[in-house]
């Protein structure tokens, strides 16, 4: 038998119903608050259909009614596919047809972008997130309980194969990764965390998870702006902040000379490895950085840097969560010795029980209980994790996940192109941005500017390669497979 | 398939080292020396035979040997069964033989005790504590997984029939119980938990599985003194204390009029509801009391009352931890109103299995993952739990659960006596103290002298009634059932 719990916003309500649960802009939400107005969106979505297990789309930016509209299908216990609000019309298609979504739930500024998407996919019922707030709150079939396997979302992310795939996300996993959290992190009852990351990644989905198990405060930006955080830490007295290393870029630059205020204890720094100077201007300026490791796969942070090693670990990305197994494993299956660089292996109850719909890849990806990440890297002899390469040659921009694979297959459906790859180049704004590298079926095929708009057309913004190179053929290994970590060296020999 | 986690203590040596993990008199031990400690007392217990799953019988006091011994067992993976020292030989040789128990690990003063109750027990082991130390640490067969599901220790309580249970433990329990206390009390890296509640009763082996679960150091002492509690308190920065009302009591005259220190957060009350002047005489102290309610089968504490409303809620044991259930049901199976008295049932992961070896108890007393406490309480308009009556009758004494069906199942034993009835007297010094009420088959039968000595071959002394109260006839309701709660009304007509 799965294990139970009650309803976390209702329990939470219940427990702690005067304790403030969500600020926004000017907006509070005490936890009691929250319930009741996420009782009246449930209302309305219960009216619409939206039931237990239902699979619904959720497209919606950081807003106050969009964490109301996310409570109130785990009240009913409906399952939300969460939807990158950056994607293209084409990607959001794939996704909403991958997950056979039955409802796609849009914030307004959105409308055309989910017409366009939903248009190829049949049957999904359409409604606005503005016409849900005041539903009839009398019989809304809330559930009381909730298991622990019940899926609670799906967020996609692709792989090497390109093709995004939608990765379960238990309310096991999610109440896992809270208590792993607290247990490493502390917590208190003066516990606010800022979350200007958005909801519809684990980054930012975590935290709206933690408010309510916690029953601690959050406040919820509609995006990050430096100042804007700067400002809330110190007049909300927020001590937590999820960040990625741009964004903490920006907030060592937007403080100069300043210091963060004494409650402020937690800057929790996700999405890859952060450069060397920027730890060291965190750390002359007294922020106190904790470096973390984790994915959609693990419902976020697994690893994280313990605070009494913050500075003599500088780079690391710590240890393991207390319930967190991690390994290194060499090509050949045998675990690494101290040391060794291998792909990194995670194990724990956070951990995805799969994929959706693809019991294949699921098994290729997590065997006995351990999740093959992908990423590279090595247990120094304390057994402090260093991640060296990111999984399949992501490149990470700005905190988003960019699959080289993803781009590389659109660039290849083009009839003009021959071969593609795809790897990322350093950026000062992003940390990293996205380049191709294209072999023409004949010389005179497409133009950069050709390529660059079929790519607009298909590929999130933030995914369109910023520079296109040409090549006469691309580095492969001696079976043929792309070395995309060698795209680079092509610079200097191809023409732009 | 079972959840697994990494070895609780192997992977907090791992997490943070050179914490401080547990203070006994002058001694300190970082978790790195508990971890190095516990592998040489695993490889003593290997070497004798004591491997996964077996059964470990466990008569010890609070000592930093005997922590580091049960931590010993939990890298083996071996179940303990935790042995209240204060019983009779003849109550531990129940135990012994009825959990089957392969193994008896005694201290050396209970060596006598160890011997007379194990006589009875065919093929148990024995071996002294102090032969423990300094094993070999070479090939421990050291668990570094641990099922969720797998019995980390067995206690046994009675109930209603008279014939104790062995309650098991999981680690699963264990983990869910501190990790659920987190959420509700918090937690720093400056916390320092005071036990010195025993450490064969839940109120103590669950502060020793949260000082490994969240790495936080632990203050052991042999025994309760309230005046060392003060003194740690100070000198140690002690925190978090666990009491029950009698050490409480004690620790408010020892205060006098002074005051605890600013870092101590909470006085964690367990045991029973707390006299209502105590409580006043706490808050004018500025003692932070959180009241609990818990047992055995719960892994500890279930329900407590949050910080925000300890005062406001004088006299409440509050609300079900985050991860529990929590109802009051009616004697016809309904659920109770607001303010309707019925028995309370608790359902989460920090609910037993069950108890050892007696399917058909479990399954009466859990149904539906409903644990039926035997308790009397209700919930208030917004949902604070007031316990009235103890399971069964209960008497609390001290912190010491007495049943008072156990007692008179010796007493009956007794060829004189035809009846018998067991309830708590009111006392200043213990809260309760035991009382018997015996018919006797022929007046001229045994005397209160007689049945005293009786009593003391058979229990431990703590549950030897206090007072010897001889009556006609004991009162019984219509189906003959005996009403416990009537038989201090005989004290005035029956003779002494």
């Keep these: 038998m799965a294990q139970t719990m009650p309803n976390f916003l209702r329990k939470r309500a219940y427990l702690t119903p005067e304790r403030p649960a969500i600020s926004y802009f000017n907006q509070q939400l005490s936890f009691r608050e929250l319930y009741d107005r996420s009782l009246q969106v449930a209302g309305s979505l219960a009216a619409l259909g939206v039931k237990k297990r239902s699979l619904t789309g959720v497209l919606v930016k950081n807003s106050l009614e969009s964490a109301v509209f996310l409570y109130a299908l785990q009240l009913l216990g409906s399952t939300a596919v969460m939807l990158n609000n950056r994607l293209s019309a084409a990607e959001l298609s794939f996704q909403l047809s991958d997950a056979k979504a039955e409802f796609l739930i849009y914030e307004h500024t959105f409308k055309d972008l989910a017409y366009e998407a939903s248009g190829k996919v049949s049957k999904v019922k359409m409604f606005p997130l503005e016409d849900l707030a005041g539903g009839d709150v009398t019989d809304v079939p809330i559930e009381q309980e909730l298991s622990l396997d019940d899926v609670c979302t799906i967020m996609y992310t692709s792989g090497t194969t390109g093709n995004p795939k939608g990765v379960l996300q238990t309310y096991g996993n999610h109440f896992w990764s809270a208590s792993a959290s607290a247990l490493n992190l502390g917590l208190s009852q003066d516990d606010t965390w800022l979350c200007s990351v958005p909801i519809f990644h684990i980054s930012g989905f975590s935290i709206l998870m933690r408010s309510v198990i916690y029953g601690m405060h959050i406040v919820l930006h509609s995006h990050f702006d430096a100042k804007k955080s700067l400002e809330d830490i110190e007049a909300k007295k927020v001590t937590i902040m999820s960040v990625v290393g741009t964004t903490l870029t920006r907030i060592v630059d937007e403080l100069g000379d300043g210091r963060l205020p004494e409650h402020f204890r937690c800057m929790l720094l996700g999405g890859g490895p952060a450069p060397l100077p920027l730890l060291e201007a965190c750390r002359s300026r007294n922020i106190p950085v904790f470096q973390t490791y984790g994915m959609t796969e693990t419902a976020s942070q697994s690893v994280t840097l313990a605070p009494e090693y913050s500075l003599e ?45 693809r019991p294949e890849e699921t098994a290729k990806k997590i065997v006995d209980g351990w999740l093959h990440t992908g990423d590279i890297g090595f247990l120094d002899e304390e057994g402090f994790l260093y991640v060296l390469d990111r999984r399949s040659d992501l490149i990470i921009s700005g905190g988003e996940n960019i699959y080289p694979a993803e781009i590389e297959s659109v660039l290849l459906s083009h009839p003009g192109v021959k071969e593609a790859g795809v790897t990322g180049l350093p950026n000062s704004e992003w940390g990293q941005v996205p380049a191709a590298f294209v072999v023409l079926v004949e010389e005179a095929g497409p133009s950069a500017d050709e390529l660059r708009h079929y790519c607009q057309e298909k590929l999130a913004k933030y995914k369109v390669p910023r520079e296109f190179y040409f090549a006469k053929e691309l580095p492969r290994n001696a079976s043929n497979k792309l070395l995309r970590r060698k795209l680079a060296e092509l610079i200097e020999e191809a023409g732009k």
Excluded at 333 to 346: F, H, P, S, T, V
Aim: proline share 9%.
């Design 313 to 357: 670990k500088l780079g690391s990305a710590g240890k393991p969560l207390f319930p967190v197994s991690l390994k290194i494993e060499l090509q050949d299956g045998r675990e690494a010795a101290e040391g060794e660089a291998g792909e990194i292996l995670l194990k724990g109850p956070n951990v995805t029980p799969g994929y959706l719909n």
